[in-house]
């Protein structure tokens, strides 16, 4: 069977299917905080919302590092020391690189009681290739079922989206890699980047949606998030959103693109900003 195949009977199992008429592009329940790296926000805004969505800071949660380049972490890597820093009191660090062990009922325990998923940053192909298809996979959509937080940065917030960019083996400056050009469709036809001011990648997403007319292109940069709830999200941090829409109407010589800035609330169903 195909990983897209694989991916389709997980999704059938993990989430009710009157719960999939309730929304186009989000999570039917839960929530997802989708982070562009480079750090946590002023005053820890990023993962105190996150431990928050978790249900406070009893709540088990699940670092998972393994876009990191080390074949071996400890309980520090992948944002935990930082949970624990912001008031988590029980998080568990999990990594494998061996796909029969991420497909093991052993290896999934932590997940099955977790309110939090939390995915580090590093290279996102190494998340695809450990995880995509798996037991791992349907447990991470389970915690969503079941009400529960998934976050990422960086590589963690672009394998949140149903098409890869920078999926690449051979370096990060290729936005579109055929055989890593699947993430894990939290968000459904979103193609999600990562570091796009400070790095100026503001134009990067524009020829993957030219090229793709369904995706939606969401750009987040540094110490800025969005906090994903049903088809709507807020931005949050200290930076902007950049938003690349191949369906909007724009004047002849004007960017594809605009931007979103902390506190901004945007539907991704009509693919607009919500007005107050």
């Avoid at 061996?98 to 995915?119: H, N």
């Amino acid at each position: 069977m195909t990983r897209s195949g694989i991916w389709a009977m997980l999704l059938g199992l993990a989430i009710p299917i009157t719960s999939q008429a309730e929304t186009a592009i989000g999570p039917p329940k839960g929530a997802l905080v989708i982070a562009g790296g480079g750090g946590d926000g002023k005053d820890g805004v990023i993962s105190t919302r996150f431990i928050e969505l978790a249900g406070g800071p009893e709540s088990p949660i699940v670092v998972i590092p393994t876009a990191g380049e080390q074949d071996e972490f400890d309980d520090k890597s992948g944002g935990a020391q930082l949970l624990r820093s912001r008031g988590a009191k029980n998080v568990t660090v999990l990594h494998t690189r061996d796909r029969g062990v991420a497909d093991s009922a052993e290896f999934v325990k932590p997940l099955q009681t977790a309110r939090g998923v939390w995915f580090g940053g590093g290279r996102q192909w190494r998340l695809a290739d450990a995880y995509l298809g798996t037991r791992t996979q349907a447990a991470v959509l389970d915690v969503l079922t079941r009400g529960g937080v998934v976050g990422g940065t960086s590589a963690g917030a672009t394998i949140q989206g149903s098409y890869l960019v920078r999926g690449a083996v051979e370096g990060n400056q290729v936005m579109m890699s055929p055989g890593h050009e699947e993430g894990f469709a939290l968000l459904k036809d979103v193609a999600i980047d990562q570091h796009v001011i400070r790095r100026k990648r503001i134009p990067d997403l524009a020829p993957v949606v030219e090229k793709h007319p369904e995706l939606l292109g969401l750009g987040v940069d540094e110490k800025t998030a969005i906090v994903v709830q049903g088809d709507q999200f807020e931005v949050i941090g200290e930076s902007d959103v950049v938003v690349t829409d191949p369906r909007r109407p724009r004047r002849e010589g004007e960017d594809p693109w605009y931007f979103l800035k902390p506190g901004d609330r945007f539907d991704l169903k009509s693919r607009a900003k919500i007005v107050p």
